[in-house]
Structures are given as C-alpha cells and as structure tokens.
C-alpha cells in the first residue's frame, strides 16, 4: 500500500478522532458508518489490488462520504466529499492535524522529528514557525533568485551542449535532477555537494521515498514487529538511514 493511499484514506489515524468524541462531539449523535470487518485484518481485504482510490470510491458509494475503516489494529477515517473534506481540514483541523508515523519515516527521519512528520504540539510550531520565516517566506524565496537563475542558465547550457553533438538523445530527467540537486544544496548548504555525487543524493533520495511509501506490517499489526525483521524491511531502513547521514554531513 503507498504512501499515497494513506494520505488519501487515512486523514488520521481515528485515535485522535475518537479521542476528541467523534464526529458527533461525544453526544450520542449517529454512529459514523463502516463497512462488516473481518476479524484480525479488518477491513484490508477490501481495498482491491493496487487500485485503492477505486475500492475507496465504491465504498463511499455504498456508505456515504465518511465512513470508518478498520486497516489491521489501525482505525482510519475516510472522507470523500467536498463539503466533508472541509469540515475535517478547515473546521476541524486541530483534531485531526496529525498522521501516521509509520516505522519506516521513524526509522529514517530521526524519530518523526522533522517538520513534516512531528506530532501536532508546541515543538511542531516552533518547527513551523521556523520553517514559515526562515525558509518560506516571500523575502527569504527572493533571496534565492540569483542562485537559482545562475543554475538554471548552467542547466540551459548543459542541453545545448547535449543536444549539439549529433542529434543524439538528451537524457532530461538526469539533467533535471542536477538541476534540483544544485539549487537544493546551494540554498541549504551555501554550496553544491561536492563530496556527494548528485547519482548517489538521487538514489538515497529515491530510497527514501520508496521507504516513506512503505507500511510495515507493524504498523497494521504491532504484535507481529519481528514480520518486518525477517523480510529485510528494517535492515533496508537502517542503510537508507545511514547513506541519508552520510549526505547531510558532506
């Protein structure tokens, strides 16, 4: 299941959501319907083969624009409707601003310290207000312009010298990712990575997000932890951990 099924299925992970009373503020409103479960993996069985968002559609077909899902030991929230999608992220947003720290992003990014995976807390907007006024904002962007305008002629250049020796064909996707790879670095780290070879940041970037879009086992089932031991799943994670180190300390 990848990573971009969680973001569209599970809008949090329901703890928070029964946590705070449901979507009926615990006043003994309706029940949120769910499709029957099956014991142990719940309602798994009924998320198809690789097409999710179908499975999802159908479903919300047959019980309304939100409806509960239970994915193992995990209890998910599926909202697929406009108006219900506005009540949850706009209305209720502090209720259901978390997400899931899957093994994997904890295994990689530092215990889910960063600011894309932290929980919702006074740290997370610290971490946001940081981000917002160091990074984003509007003068800081600007700051950048010279830099990326610098890489970007470079990028100009390397397709034309490319594509001016015999017609041959220009690999853009490499080109591109050079490109990427020199504003990132430029912008972060005040220089290009010299000791990093943009090859090697692209394939410890691409595990990375081969990673992110993994769910464990243990995260569907927390008993059964040893399931991603004996697959290899957390060897692969401590590599990744380790190359992405070995990056961020060039």
Known sequence: MGFLFLATCLVVAVRSYL?????????????????????????????????????????????????????????????????????????????????????????????????????????WRRLRRVAVVHLLSARRVDSFRALREEEVASFVNRIRAASSGGGGVVNLTELIVGLTHAVVSRAVFGKKLGGVEPAKVRETIGELADLLETIAVSDMFPRLRWVDWATGLDARTKRTAAKLDEVLLE
Request: glycine share 14%.
């Open 19 to 123: 946590r705070s009373g449901g979507a009926d503020g615990g006043r003994g409103g309706a029940a949120i319907p769910s499709p029957p479960a099956l014991p142990v993996i719940g309602n798994l069985h009924q998320l198809g083969h690789g097409r999710h968002h179908r499975a999802l559609r159908e479903l919300a077909r047959r019980h309304g624009p939100l409806f509960q899902l239970r994915l193992g030991s995990v209890r998910a929230l599926v909202v697929s409707s406009a108006s219900m999608a506005e009540a949850v992220l706009r209305h209720q947003d502090h209720v259901f601003c978390g997400r899931p720290q899957q093994r994997t992003a904890r295994g990689t990014l530092y215990g889910c310290r960063d600011v894309a995976f932290s929980p919702y807390g006074e740290r």
